[in-house]
């Protein structure tokens, strides 16, 4: 196992994109050494740029994000794109998107782009998404861009992860939509109207304006505005230097490390609450979860006092390395 | 504060409903002592049924729950709403949704509003319900309703936790908004069509019945489809009809105790992680956890092996009772 390993960490560095693939799949699925493998990579990882990009449904998202790769391939970088799809929980199963996707890049090995699916309920996508960019963040990429549809909790936490956060915005959206946005419009470093050549994107830039007016940012930055019609490639180029720019803002006041510092402060604690739970559920057998469970459903226990004790008198066996 | 709680409990078995938002506000909070009153609670819950409803932002949600909620008291039930609402996980607070709802059921102690802000990033809000679920039960309200914004993962979980589950859909949606709604589409014991006077309810109506075609559920229900126009009060009888006849079916294939024990079991597991969390985090001083990010932020160290050692080691004092 641990000459498999270091074959596929070897091949992965040298650029191998079969190599790639696989080292995602065995994280994406908590394959058995999971684990060692991320263990062997993360030396090599945090060299790449982490992009997040996020909008609603019908933003435009996957167009810009692949105009957005062919203007940094042009700069010879080389480009991980990750697309988090909405699917479902229960039956799983990443959209065929990425392969679709894939097509336009064909004959560029410099682009790599894979989808992944929400799964399970733990809120364990946010964590897989970012284990799957360090993958590919050791693979030796210059650029990791991570897509997700923000409506949800998880795409905030997903895209909260990146450098930087991109947040796709388009004219003609209900007063609703821009509720369930509130959430991420907090955390955008750069706006993009996408679909600016219909109207409403002057009122979408008035309230993005309005919003910036009420409040400052803790780090003194003001997120920008681009207007972009992704399809025809316009505004591209000024999103690069949008982008450029806010990296510039980060390294003079040194606001990258603190705000790399700070993500990982969270993800080490989603990283220990995992690993608690996984000891948690192996303290229980699947029948005593059923008989407690039963208990609790005709109100003869009571939930909290349950667990309370079970975490007390847990007896911790040590984690079994790929367990973990 | 024993024997505070104690006089809290009275008056919220009492009906009082200050009482009953005093409670809540504990429980959502994570004041000092809640996990005692929900142990008090616990015993006197379980007696409620609890319907959760969700749809897209723009569905008619609102209106369709409070119109329900009248057509519920007319048969003289109480009844709880627990609105939650998409909202900031940075700024936090609640919309002031439910100040304005309560003014229309204002003389009408039967009905009781409240709504949840979206808190924190560790899946928190779907527990949090439940609780706040469980104290309203308690308080003897014969029905609680549950109200989601179907966007997310989170609302997914809520929704989970009912024991009927109502997913809300509109006419003239995107596609984008239908593929959103796959994991939502699963759950749903009732389909409503709201806004069925629009254009393309008939087209929604295929929709879900091609849908059904595909896939019969494991329970063997076919979820009912009913139209309505909220905003006028039509549909909701038939809709309460619905809920009857899905209810009535629960009972005679005897699934609404084995739904309220799967349930528990998921629920369990959850208990157990976040407890298990907050002694993790005990293990931990902010200083320590800031040291070990920036030591992975700057890749001397890796974040896997870390946690493997935190958990494996940890010493695990014994839980205290307010910090569960």
Known sequence: LAYDFARTVESLRAGDPRALSRAISIVENRAPGWSDLLKAL????????????????????????????????????????????????????AILGDRIRMQNHHADAGIYIRSMATRGSLGGLARTTADVATVIDASG??????????????????????DITVVILVPGMGDDVQTIKAGIMEIADIFVIN???????????????AMQSLATRA??????????????????????????????????????EKR??????????????????????????????????????????????????????????PASKNNL
């Open 260 to 317: 790399t510092i700070h993500n990982w402060q969270q993800r080490l604690i989603e990283m220990i609450r995992d690993a608690m739970l996984d000891r948690a559920r192996a303290q229980l057998t699947g029948q005593q979860l059923e008989t407690y469970a039963a208990e609790i459903a005709a109100h003869r226990r009571d939930p909290y006092s349950l667990v309370e004790e079970i975490v007390t008198t847990a007896v911790l066996p």
């Open 42 to 93: 993360f030396p090599h990882a945090g060299h790449a740029r982490i992009l997040g990009l996020t909008g609603a449904p019908g933003a435009g998202k996957s167009t810009l994000v692949d105009q957005l790769a062919r203007h940094y391939r042009k700069q010879q970088n080389t480009i991980g794109i990750i697309a988090v799809d909405p699917s479902s929980p229960y039956t799983g199963g």
């Open 195 to 209: 679909k600016c050549d219909r109207d409403g994107a002057d009122h979408v830039e008035r309230e993005i304006r």
């Open 141 to 162: 990429r210059d650029l990791v861009m991570i897509e997700t549809v923000g409506v949800g909790q998880d795409e905030i936490d997903i895209v909260r992860l990146a």
């Open 219 to 256: 780090d003194g930055w003001t997120p920008s505005i681009v207007k972009t019609v992704a399809s025809e490639g316009r505004g591209i180029a000024e999103l690069a230097t949008a982008i450029a720019a806010y990296e510039a803002y980060l390294k003079t006041a040194n606001l990258a």
